[in-house]
C-alpha cells in the first residue's frame, strides 16, 4: 500500500508543478507518473466500468490520469502560446528581446 500512496503523490505533485512550470518535461514527468500509477493501482481500483477483454478492463482508478495529463498539456500549450504572442508583440513594436 506505501508504493500506491507514493505513486500517487508522484502523480499529484507532477501535474502541480506541470501547472506551476508549464513545459514538455513537465508533462513527460506526469505522464510517467500515470503510467507507473496504471501499473501499481490494482488493489485500489474499483468498479470495472468496461470489460476490455476477460482478464482486463477500465476501472474507476484509472480515470484518474487522462485529466491529469491532459490538464499537463493543456497549460503547456497556454505556455507555448503565451511566450509566442509576447515575441510577436515585442516584434510588432520594434523592440528585441
Do not use: C, F, K, Q
Request: proline share 6%.
Amino acid at each position: 500500500m506505501l508504493v500506491i500512496g507514493v505513486v500517487l503523490a508522484a502523480l499529484l505533485v507532477a501535474t502541480g508543478v506541470a501547472l506551476l512550470r508549464p513545459g514538455p518535461l513537465a508533462v513527460v514527468a506526469v505522464v510517467a507518473a500515470g503510467v507507473a500509477w496504471w501499473l501499481v493501482n490494482g488493489p485500489v481500483e474499483g468498479a470495472v466500468l468496461h470489460v476490455v477483454t476477460p482478464t482486463h478492463g477500465l476501472t474507476v482508478a484509472d480515470l484518474l490520469v487522462p485529466p491529469l495529463v491532459g490538464l499537463a498539456v493543456l497549460a503547456a500549450v497556454r505556455r507555448r502560446r503565451a511566450a509566442s504572442h509576447a515575441r510577436a508583440a515585442r516584434t510588432a513594436t520594434g523592440r528585441r528581446g
